[in-house]
């Protein structure tokens, strides 16, 4: 079973965060509209929306999940690299979701949907498109993307959940260095027993692997990993699953030209040209679903 000291490991993560976002500053070329509220929890149910200054009509949007581990991370820690993302002529939505272990699964996924519900109803006075709609996540957030993007294009699967799924479709998606197979060839509760808790039932155990429920319907998919991305390994195989389903693919495995250590959710660190590479690989991979 997976011990880990979450405080001390937010602790750390928010300092090497820190670290990498030091010196930057949000960019006067956008509307930033900050902490609003898309359901009953709080802090945890707010999010932020951006869209480049002069937008007069619904832009194609981009809605981000973070990531963290399931238990750490906030809208606060990618508001720079989002912010590049509508520089590229996009509306950008990027929110909170609950945390554990105060919230376990699948909370992150009903806080998914009731954003999404709540920009069916009001996304369009803040320029969001709703035929135009992309999903982009990284680590844990890339799992989210993964399984909410199934739960959409998948009925039978969106079924096996405690809420309604939004009526909601993605052009396309894009997964970085995230954690998929979960569930596949290590139990539950051993990868992620401060998420899925320590005993699991037959309704969590129905719902994984995720994998097993993607079908033709799934988005067009970039999956993106480095050299050093300690979940590399997880990657190519989904790619490879994705594209035996006849679903249009993506695949690249980034690396520094020196071989340098590349490692997990590089792409957030905005000081990079390899990062820059990756996030406009990805808005190329989005436009061509317009």
């Not at 027993?193 to 969590?204: D, K, R, S, V």
Request: hydrophobic share 35%; charged share 20%.
């Amino acid at each position: 079973m997976l011990n880990i000291d979450i405080p001390t490991m937010r602790t750390s993560m928010r300092e090497n965060d820190a670290k990498r976002d030091a010196g930057l500053t949000e960019p006067d070329t956008l509307e930033i509209i900050k902490n609003l509220s898309y359901g009953p929890y709080g802090n945890e149910n707010t999010f932020d929306i951006y869209y480049p200054k002069g937008t007069d009509k619904c832009l194609p949007t981009i809605i981000n999940i973070h990531g963290g581990g399931f238990f750490y991370g906030d809208k606060e820690l990618y508001r720079f690299y989002t912010m590049y993302l509508a520089k590229q002529g996009f509306t950008v939505v990027n929110f909170n979701y609950r945390l554990a272990p105060d919230h376990q699964y699948p909370a992150p996924l009903e806080d998914t949907n009731n954003l999404m519900n709540w920009l069916v109803e009001h996304g369009e006075n803040y320029y969001v498109e709703l035929n135009h709609l992309f999903l982009i996540g990284d680590s844990a957030g890339g799992q989210l993307v993964e399984q909410y993007a199934a739960m959409t294009s998948n009925p039978n699967y969106g079924q096996k959940f405690p809420f309604k799924i939004a009526a909601v479709d993605f052009n396309a998606v894009a997964m970085n260095c995230g954690a998929y197979f979960l569930g596949q060839n290590v139990a539950l509760n051993q990868d992620f027993p401060f998420y899925f808790g320590e005993t699991i039932t037959p309704t969590l155990e129905s719902q994984f692997p995720v994998e097993s429920y993607i079908t033709e319907n799934f988005p067009p998919s970039f999956v993106a990993t480095a050299t050093h991305d300690f979940l590399k390994d997880a990657a190519k195989p989904l790619a490879d699953l994705l594209k035996t389903k006849g679903i249009e693919t993506s695949y690249k495995l980034y690396a520094n030209q020196d071989n340098s250590n590349l490692g997990h959710v590089f792409h957030l660190n905005q000081k990079s040209d390899i990062a820059k590479e990756c996030n406009n690989d990805e808005i190329a991979f989005f436009k061509r679903f317009l």
